[in-house]
């Protein structure tokens, strides 16, 4: 009965070895599967042929149990624990065999079926368990697989998603630069119709500078000859003329430098620094340079400017150059659409209303005209970034924009609409006090 305790150490090693075909530690215990399963048939031989029958029982069972523990300790056949542990009642039972039958041969012989059953028992069992672990090592494998293939897969989707989120911050940062140009390039088209009005608006005042020098030069000339004469009373009546003339070049030149220093605020970068600022003043002004700034490039264009100013309007603590940019824009756009609908019908004659007064909690300006008017069907979009209705080239769809975020987010306001296709358009702005 020694056989099967040899013959399961030798079928222990053959299983190990065969499990180990395809892992990365078979080079690592081929030698040494070799040389144990050497070990176990020269032992077996040796045994067979030189030792008393009750010893190879007991060799068997000491080889098998070695083993055994040597592999338990291994951490690469943890995983095989319970496989290695269903061998100790084998071995268990071959050594007790052998020393019975050593200590006690009448006994060893009386009993001897009962060591046989106990020694096929443990064998049997140890396939059993071998037949158990199979299968859940081949389910195990199954879903090892299957982890892999799911890690690869997920791996190969994390690729896909990284590479398309590389590539979607390289559109968003592209569209950032796109919508800062845009920007910039709303900013100094407004910047480039606001020049043009001021540039007509400053003719006049230098036209009477001019004029009024050119004049008191004649007239000093005329008062030295009247002093040459001797005529004292004419020479002094000369000279309060020229003090009147002066006077009058006094003030259109501050008036000239109040409009230049209105483009250089303009021209500025934004500021957030809030100002108490005079609402009809600014409305006035900026609603002149929108004027001037289109007739500077279409001498033909005239148009009926209609104010109505709430004298008693208070102060009200603003950013005067966005809100005035807000301004340029809504008077700039009114204008475009009067003219459009000029150009259509030369019979119609354009008209820009402006009126302030008091609301409930702030101040209102409202900016008419009786122009082409907007469609029903797009005025919810034309306050959305690069929403535009005039032809391409003439407009970035960011002056409304910009001016909704100036208006709403920048002050609290509010931009309102009323608009009918065909009759014109009017917008309401609300800033709080």
Not at 26 to 44: C, L
Not at 256 to 278: C, N
Not at 324 to 347: H, I, S
Not at 369 to 396: L, R, V
Request: glycine share 6%.
């Amino acid at each position: 009965m020694s056989v099967f305790s040899f013959l399961a150490a030798f079928l222990l090693i053959w299983r190990l070895r065969r499990t180990l075909t395809f892992s990365p530690i078979r080079a690592k215990w081929i030698s040494k599967f070799t040389m144990a399963s050497w070990i176990i048939v020269g032992g077996f031989i040796l045994g067979e042929s030189c030792l008393h029958d009750g010893l190879m029982p007991i060799l068997g069972g000491v080889l098998l149990l070695a083993e055994v523990l040597f592999l338990e300790r291994e951490p690469d056949f943890e995983t095989f624990s319970s496989v290695l542990k269903s061998h100790y009642p084998l071995a268990a039972a071959s050594m007790l065999a052998g020393l019975v039958n050593l200590i006690s041969d009448e006994f060893y012989d009386d009993y001897e079926n009962y060591f046989v059953f106990a020694i096929i028992g443990a064998f049997i069992w140890i396939f059993a368990r071998w037949a158990t672990t199979k299968k859940q090592r081949e389910e195990f494998n199954f879903v090892t697989q299957q982890n892999i293939m799911l890690d690869k897969m997920v791996a190969e989707r994390t690729a896909e998603l990284t590479k398309q989120k590389e590539e979607l911050q390289k559109t968003v940062d592209l569209l950032q630069t796109t919508q800062q140009q845009l920007i910039q390039s709303e900013k100094l088209a407004s910047l480039g119709e606001l020049t043009a009005g001021i540039a007509h608006e400053i003719q006049n005042p230098l036209n009477f500078v001019n004029n009024f020098s050119e004049v008191s030069m004649e007239m000093m000339e005329e008062m030295e000859q009247e002093l040459a004469k001797g005529d004292k009373e004419e020479a002094i009546a000369i000279a309060a003329d020229i003090k009147q003339n002066l006077e009058k070049v006094i003030h259109h030149g501050k008036r000239a430098d109040s409009i230049v220093k209105g483009m250089l605020q303009h021209s500025r970068a934004s500021s957030t620094t809030r100002e108490p600022t005079d609402i009809n003043k600014l409305a006035d002004e900026y609603l002149r340079l929108a004027y001037h700034g289109l007739r500077a490039k279409d001498k033909t264009f005239n148009a009926e400017l209609v104010t109505h100013f709430d004298e008693k309007l208070p102060l009200i603590n603003i950013v005067p150059q966005d809100i005035g940019r807000v301004l340029l824009n809504l008077f700039n756009n009114g204008f475009y659409a009067v003219q459009k609908k000029q150009t259509a019908d030369p019979a119609f004659k354009p008209i820009i209303e402006v009126d302030t007064h008091l609301a409930k909690g702030g101040i209102q300006i409202i900016v008419k005209d009786n122009g082409t008017g907007i469609p029903h069907d797009i005025q919810d979009k034309i306050m959305q970034p690069f929403f535009t209705t005039k032809p391409t080239g003439e407009g970035t769809g960011l002056g409304l924009s910009l001016s909704y975020d100036i208006v709403v987010k920048a002050h609290g306001g509010k931009i309102d609409l009323q608009s009918k296709e065909g009759e014109g358009s009017e917008f309401v702005i609300t800033l709080p006090l």
